[in-house]
């Protein structure tokens, strides 16, 4: 299983270096979007810079992920549907979706150290709180995206479908967040980390229920 996967990924790296425009449009948004934050409003607080580091990260991970079955021909489909499993499509999908959002969020966070010229205050505890947030996300726009990807209004679909699975994942990130950049002190850190690796794992879950049932039709 795992060579296939690792196959299924060569392939996706392949598609996106030859057409380029998803993953580069959009950390070509990233720049622009946080260069004309910071020069209107100047200095952001601790809560607003966070607010903004989630919500484009968010909008950027709609935007690379929104399409990530669609763009497949029909034929295309119908070729992964012969040679590969469900599960193995949808593993691969995640890895390669999980890799871009990463990068995207880490260019993210360099921009606003650029612009802001303050360093995140517990490093640890938010890329802690990243990787489960990002993976989140992830997840849930993946398993969205595959269920919407034969509706011609894809993307609004994604859209509305996605945002009542993420606001849970957002609000707990966004407090864990807060905590890092010593907003405000809470014992219970460990506690919302764990509640949030228990969405993750029951969002992983659902993506292996329900992706058969979509391939199949």
């Not at 809560?47 to 990530?68: D, R």
Request: net charge positive.
């Amino acid at each position: 299983m795992f060579d296939r996967v690792l196959h299924i990924i060569k392939k996706e790296l392949s598609i996106e270096l030859r057409e380029k425009y998803t993953f580069f449009s959009s950390i070509l948004y990233l720049i622009a979007i946080t260069f004309v934050v910071f020069k209107v409003f100047g200095k952001l607080e601790g809560p607003t810079k966070m607010a903004l580091f989630w919500i484009l990260l968010l909008f950027t991970a709609i935007n690379m992920i929104g399409f990530s079955f669609s763009y497949q021909t029909q034929k295309r489909k119908l070729n992964y549907y012969q040679l590969y499993d469900p599960q193995e499509l949808m593993t691969a999908k995640l890895i390669f979706n999980f890799i871009k959002v990463f990068l995207a969020g880490l260019v993210l966070l360099l921009l606003m150290y650029i612009f802001s010229n303050e360093p995140l205050k517990d490093g640890v505890l938010f890329f802690k709180v990243y990787i489960l947030m990002v993976l989140g996300i992830v997840v849930v726009l993946n398993l969205i995206s595959a269920i919407s990807s034969y509706n011609q209004n894809q993307n609004t679909l994604v859209a509305v479908l996605s945002l009542p699975l993420l606001i849970p994942i957002l609000l707990l990130g966004m407090r864990v967040s807060l905590i890092s950049e010593r907003m405000f002190s809470d014992s219970g850190v460990a506690k919302y980390l764990l509640m949030l690796s228990g969405i993750d794992l029951l969002l992983l879950t659902l993506s292996i229920i329900f992706i058969p049932i979509v391939w199949k039709s």
